[in-house]
Nanobody, 126 residues
């Protein structure tokens, strides 16, 4: 599967963005999808992951209650609704995929995902 992220941009603190991750290829519904971010000088970290069915999701404490991941398998697209943004959310955001069995959701860590799209930059101004 090939992925393309879009929808980043510049927003003021407290604002919202909704980047999307569009997939091409076959069997999109066989893949778990994750959103990851990397700020300058920091390691890439998972901010949200969703199982192939969409039934299981994961959020770290840093974004829980502010970010919502969803997927539309018919459109081969995963969305990341980001609300109440803070300057600490500034980073390049990447989406990634891994083929999974049944409804298992791999840990939301970069090393468990093997197909990556290009990033989309999110900048939150104070």
């Amino acid at each position: 599967v090939q992925l393309q992220a879009s929808g980043g941009g510049l927003v003021q603190a407290g604002g919202s963005l909704r980047p999307s991750c569009k997939a091409s290829g076959y069997s999109f519904n066989y893949y778990s999808i994750g959103w990851f971010r990397q700020a300058p000088g920091k390691e890439r970290q998972g901010v949200s992951c969703i199982s192939r069915s969409g039934f299981s999701t994961y959020y770290p404490d840093s974004v829980k209650g502010r970010f919502t991941i969803s997927r539309d398998n018919a459109q081969k697209t995963v969305y990341l609704q980001m609300d109440s943004l803070t300057p600490e959310d500034t980073a390049v955001y990447y989406c990634a995929a891994v083929r999974t069995i049944l409804s298992n959701l791999p840990e939301c860590l970069p090393r468990f995902y093997d197909s990556w799209g290009q990033g989309t930059l999110v900048t939150v101004s104070s």
